[in-house]
């Protein structure tokens, strides 16, 4: 469902502060898509938007070669619409289908950058204020690509020796010494609460789409390794709906 620009529980037991229930569930409450307000402002320049794919494959080689790893985080936003949770995830003129994030700059947290994505790409500005609402949950699956125009692996792939710094998946974690055959990308998915209320207000560039789990679910042809696998990585929540 175009909102802009283009197992249940179906009852109000919430988790604690920390996202777990009396019986030790994890636990993400989710509210009506009607709760939220949603707006557009000026449009978002974005480098990918005209480029092909081998453009692109040869930028990020470019800033590789330049930086090191790619690290990007990006949100996990869950929403309810006739009573089954929705992902909500940014689609651009080229129709391609992205969760909200991006790539780290060299001096910033996980956290702080994601929540600076996030103010970039659907508050009202991005400052301090808008930062600070965007209540940043766990980690929930970490993707890896030794080529940028390969598909990602939600494992560390034989053949990259070298992220060139600790990182950890959901269960395990890796430390890798250096090598000449370095990973190009890390790609880091993170579970981001929404409140009962709040503004979404999106670039002009970007549709901003409610889409169901159930149309995710292994649907990697449309919508890539990562999304399509996203309703397994949520398995292991209680996803409640909570009534408003």
Known sequence: MEIINGGLNNCDRR???????????????????????????????????????ADRAQRLKSNYDAHGMRICVEAVILV?????????LLQSKNCIYKLPGGRLRSDESEIDGLKRKLSNKLSAADDDSYRNQWNV?????TWWKSD?????????????????V????MFLQFSIDDDDDD????????????PSSKDFIVPKNLKLLAVPLCQLHENRKTYGSIIAGIPELLSRFSINIVDT
């Open 166 to 169: 600790i990182f950890f998946t």
């Open 183 to 194: 990973m190009q990308e890390c790609i880091k998915l993170y579970i981001v609460k929404l």
């Open 137 to 141: 949950g766990e980690c929930i699956g």
């Open 148 to 164: 940028f125009e390969t598909i990602p692996y939600p494992y560390l792939p034989s053949s990259g020796k070298n992220p060139k």
């Open 80 to 88: 309810e619409l006739f009573k089954h949770p929705h992902l909500l």
């Open 15 to 53: 988790g604690n502060s920390d996202g777990v229930d009396d019986s030790g569930d994890l636990v993400v409450d989710i509210y009506p898509l009607s709760s939220y307000y949603f707006s557009s402002k000026p449009a978002v320049a974005s480098k990918d938007e005209n480029e092909t794919l």
